[in-house]
């Protein structure tokens, strides 16, 4: 048997034990109900914070669909603008339209040792305790995200009914342009293959996971776990938060087709960016790991199409077997998330294309850390929690 041959097998092994022995996490299963807590008599105060950074192209669709919210309960939405050079106050108070529930502040300086989102985040929770005290549940939202209408009042039946410290969606992210409808689905694909959401919502599992764009979370909880300033020099916020939280409660993270973030990524570069930000983080910075995963890629996705073709002209029959089972066994994993992108389900079989790509994304991270320009995003860089100019 060729070394090919060899990997091609080793592959196909692999893909059968991620379809039967990791937490299914390829079927997308875990969502929220379409009714979830409609049969509530009495609903907790909730705040809204939203952390602004040059977002004026959505920061009014997202204050809109916040005040907009069917939600039976005191709401209240705090904006707290990261230092914005686009308009982006002036977008929010317009959406906001003098509703009273609606709260604008600009951040103060950011400190040594914070990311700049989190630390507008704990500025908004510090509001929170003035402008509505008696909230049970924290809202934490990005500025690009368009809430459904029910949303809230899902998450909210969601954590009152299961008693959960946290509840998280992965949203819908934007799938319209090339690169997006390429690479956005592969991204949530890896995102749960690598936190299996079935395993996060176990409390038998220690994995912990949560999608930054829509958390909402127990306030107590958070304030007996610490606070934001916990993980305030965290550049993957929201598994830090979810770990910090499942360490003493009960989480639980699902995926959203209704609520959906308007952050385009029209160009292959905008998507790189958003990867290389925190991917070699994610690896703990650890050159061991990085090789590992660099080969960990190759042999899932890569070589099971060329073994296939390599296979079929050389005429290397258990070569081709090999190669085009593994193919099919990735393919069948891949195309649940095709479906909830409303893609054409051929498309699954070109997951291989953007794994290589992905791969790509991960060394340029792995070199913009030795660089010096780790977690460069808009203006700023965090080299070894401190930050500094991008």
Known sequence: MTALAGLSLVSLLAWLWLL????GFWRADQRLAEEGGAERGSWPAVAVVVP????AETIGATVSSLLSQDYPGPLAVIVIDDGSADGTTGRATEAASGDSR??????????VGWTGKLWAVAQGVDVAATAMPDAEFLLLTDADIVHDGANLRRLVGKAAGDNLDLVSLMVHLRCESFWEKLLIPAFVFFFQKLFPFAWVNSARKSTAAAAGGCMLVRRAALEAAGGIAAIRGRLIDDCALAALLKGRGRIWLGLASKTISL???DRLSGIARMVA????EQLGNSPALLAGTLAGMIVLYAVPPAALVVGLVAGDLPMAIFGGLGWAAMTVAYSPIVRLYRLSLPRAAALPIAAVLYTVFTLESARR????EGGAWKGRSYRGGVPGKG
């Not at 609606?102 to 400190?111: D, E």
């Open 20 to 23: 039967f022995l990791r937490g």
């Open 52 to 55: 602004a950074r040059d977002e």
């Open 102 to 111: 609606f709260h604008l502040l600009p951040g103060r300086p950011l400190p």
């Open 263 to 265: 952050r385009r990524y």
């Open 277 to 280: 930000r925190t991917a070699f």
């Open 369 to 372: 850390t030795w660089r010096g």
